[in-house]
């Protein structure tokens, strides 16, 4: 059974930092594209960043970059989003996905809140 637990949320202030988890099970953890989407009150789901498992190839929104990093432990089958210099507009619920394009697979977690007060 697949599961992709993410961790790590919480409330911060602007400018403070975070550093979300997500953890894989399930599947060859080092096959997959592991992404990062967030969805804030009202709007839709947004990609912020992803990560390629087997080569580390990664990629960011423009809304991110510079202040959010993604990496991989392949060993625990966690990816992490260091998130710095975080703004209100980054307030979201932030999902984990993991995607396999050779057979479509396409699995999600159920996401932890991210809030930053002004």
């Known amino acids: 059974e697949v599961h992709l637990v993410e961790s790590g949320g919480g409330l911060v202030q602007a400018g403070g930092s975070l550093r979300l988890s997500c953890t894989a099970s399930g599947f060859t953890f080092d096959d997959y594209t592991i992404g990062w989407f967030r969805q804030a009150p009202g709007k839709e789901r947004e990609g912020v960043s992803c990560i390629e498992v087997l080569d580390g190839s990664t990629n960011y929104a423009d809304s991110v970059k510079g202040r959010f990093t993604i990496s991989s432990d392949n060993a625990k089958n966690t990816v992490y989003l260091q998130m710095n210099n975080l703004n209100p507009e980054d307030t979201a619920v932030y999902y984990c996905?993991?995607?396999?394009?050779?057979?479509?697979?396409?699995?999600w977690g159920k996401g932890t809140l991210v809030t930053v007060s002004s």
């Open positions: 996905n993991a995607y396999y394009s050779p057979s479509n697979n396409d699995y």
